[in-house]
């Protein structure tokens, strides 16, 4: 096996909490045939077995629409899933015990806050960077906000591919882009919209177009 191609363009990062009790799998495949390149599960209150049976669901439905799946934290129900990848914070594994247990064809995105964390990151274990958050966000209300500057001055020093998070909608994607992310993750921007699908492709045409 070698390791999954991944275009951060489009990151849905999504949970139960998020969905308003819809079905995050379903909100998922609908934002995958929307535009959505890569699916973040991430579910910080369900048990574990619920977890696995949610990441199990929408590997099933990501997986013929050529999307990747990702579990934030987890690193235990990734693998067993059977995820392509898992998303590490600061304060969850540290990169060299994950990539240890996971190898080499595993994607491993970690978060990035601050200077400070990109320097006590081992950058070079990880397969791109989550920078954030760009702006207030009401999905994370702890996560400091950098702002676009802040970002586009860390930017530079991250040897790997960057997706901006935080606070980003169709309002705001474009000038995420142009400070220098390959790509934007979003949880409300889809979650909450009454179309995801809609929301999805409204998104992906404003990143096709800022990349032109
Ligand atoms: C793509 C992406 N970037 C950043 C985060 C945040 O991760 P973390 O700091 O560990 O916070 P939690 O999401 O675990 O609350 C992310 N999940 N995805
Ligand atoms: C997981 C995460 N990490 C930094 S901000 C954030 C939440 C992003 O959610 P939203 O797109 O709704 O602001
Ligand atoms: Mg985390």
Known sequence: M???VVDLSLYLVIGPADCGGRN???IAAAAASGGATL???RDKQSAT???LALAREMKARLDPLGVP???NDRIDVALAAGAQGVHLGQDDMPLEDARRLAGPDFVIGVSIGSEAERDATPLELADH???GACFPSATKADADALGVDGLR???PSLPMPVVGIGGISAENAADVLSAGAD???VVSAICKAKDPAAAARELSKIIDKSRF
Request: glycine fraction near 8%; avoid cysteine; proline fraction near 8%.
């Open 2 to 4: 070698s390791k999954p």
């Open 183 to 185: 790509g934007v993750a």
């Open 129 to 131: 960077a989550g920078v």
């Open 24 to 26: 995050p799998a379903e």
């Open 153 to 155: 001055q860390l930017r």
């Open 69 to 71: 799946l990702i579990v």
């Open 39 to 41: 699916v973040q599960l």
């Open 49 to 51: 077995r619920d977890i």
